[in-house]
Structures are given as structure tokens and as C-alpha cells.
């Protein structure tokens, strides 16, 4: 069975500082990992995915993840907040041995400090 | 283009009350999932449609939620005889087919409020 954890339940950084925002994997597969963002009141916006092409992804708005095997690891960074980052992330994961649905992590709520 | 669309976008109901809540996928995508976000259960799978195979029911929390996709297009979830812990946003999903390496794109979701 596959399973995410996101490590920190809120994040704070300055504006300007580099975002990071843990998250681990478990799966007896290879994994397709995503990250997702979900901004005050709105749905949930793909920022990046991992379907096993590249160990680097780039996504929207500055962000990439990087696929670390030897770590379980998919951590999520920005080099340069902005104020308009402040959101919710969603680390997740898919299960497809299930109709492949989503399992997604308890998220991270990132804010950013003027 | 049209993104995935879902009404009402909140919904306010008394205890004991049935629900309908519905979702517009993206046209053409034949995948469609319904997810619930909860404060106590974060973002939980409920139910996956794929084209005109059966539906995947293995999230629903009790007999009380059902859902249907008519047509292969529109959903409509619906909650019967509501309870309190039933407040949630309800998130519909929709990617082009079925598989793991497929988008899902979401809607803005449905805010329920149980009195």
C-alpha cells in the first residue's frame, strides 16, 4: 500500500527565504507522486508531479520536488517566497491498486512573514 | 477551457435532511472522483467512476452516501439523513482516463454544513 507524510503541519518563512516542505513516501511500487496547493477558499491546483521521467520536476509558480529513492523522499522547494505562496500543500500519492485515487498527506500550511 | 464545475458551492442543511450535490467534469475526461475534506480526516478518497464500468465504492464512509454519473458525464453525490459529522468540503475530480499517471483536475468543491 502506498502512504505519504508530510513532516510539519505549518511552515513559516520571511519573504524572500527559501521554501522547503518535507514529505515521505511509502510504496512497495514505484511511486507517482504529486503536489498539490489549495489557496484560502479555493479547490485543489496541481503544482508538480513524478511519474518517474526525471528525479527533478519543475512545476508552476517557481516550485520543484525532488524524487530521492535512497530517502523515500519528495521534498518540495521554492527558492524565493512570495507572499502570494501562502497556501495549503498537499504532499500525495497514487494508489493504483485501487482505481488509482489519490492518498493524499495531512498538509503543510505555509505562511509568509513580510 | 471549462474546468471541473460543482454546485452549489455551499450548502447549509438540518440534521436528518438528504443532500444532492453535483459535479461538471472537464468535457471528454472519462474518470471521475470524489473526494472529502474533513478537519478531523483531512482529504479522503469516496468514490471513482470510469467510463461505463461499475464505480468504485470503497471510500464511502456508510450506506447514507451514494453516487451516480449519468450519462458518463455529470455526477451527483448524495448524502441522505445527514449528521453533523458529515460537514465537510466535497472535492470532485476529473482526468482524461483512468491511470496513475493521469492528472486529476479539481473543482472548487462544495462546503456542507450540517446543523
Known amino acids: 500500500a502506498q502512504s505519504v507524510t508530510q513532516l510539519g503541519s505549518h511552515v513559516s518563512v520571511s519573504e524572500g527565504a527559501l521554501v522547503l516542505l518535507r514529505c515521505n513516501y511509502s510504496?512497495?511500487?514505484?511511486?507517482?507522486l504529486f503536489w498539490y496547493v489549495q489557496y484560502p477558499n479555493q479547490g485543489l491546483q496541481l503544482l508538480l508531479k513524478?511519474?518517474?521521467?526525471?528525479?527533478l520536476v519543475k512545476g508552476i509558480n517557481g516550485f520543484e520536488a525532488e524524487f530521492k529513492k535512497s530517502e523515500t523522499s519528495f521534498h518540495l522547494t521554492k527558492p524565493s517566497a512570495h507572499m502570494s505562496d501562502a497556501a495549503e500543500y498537499f504532499c500525495?500519492?497514487?494508489?493504483?491498486?485501487?482505481?488509482?485515487?489519490?492518498?493524499f498527506g495531512s498538509g503543510t500550511r505555509l505562511s509568509i512573514r513580510p | 477551457g471549462a474546468g471541473v464545475s460543482q454546485s452549489p458551492s455551499n450548502k447549509v442543511t438540518e440534521k436528518g435532511k438528504d443532500v444532492e450535490l453535483r459535479c461538471d467534469p472537464i468535457s471528454g475526461h472519462t474518470a471521475l472522483y470524489w473526494y472529502r475534506q474533513s478537519l478531523g480526516q483531512g482529504l479522503e478518497f469516496l468514490i471513482y467512476?470510469?467510463?461505463?464500468?461499475?464505480?468504485?465504492k470503497s471510500g464511502l464512509p456508510s450506506d447514507r452516501f451514494s453516487a451516480e454519473r449519468t450519462g458518463g458525464s455529470v455526477s451527483t453525490l448524495t448524502i441522505q439523513r445527514t449528521q453533523q459529522e458529515d460537514s465537510a468540503v466535497y472535492l470532485c475530480a476529473s482526468s482524461p482516463r483512468q491511470g496513475p499517471q493521469e492528472t486529476q483536475y479539481f473543482g472548487p468543491g462544495t462546503r456542507l454544513l450540517v446543523l
Open positions: 513524478y511519474t518517474s521521467a526525471a528525479t
Open positions: 500525495a500519492v497514487i494508489d493504483y491498486s485501487s482505481a488509482s485515487k489519490i492518498i
Open positions: 510504496s512497495s511500487v514505484p511511486p507517482y
Open positions: 467512476f470510469q467510463g461505463n464500468s461499475a464505480p468504485d
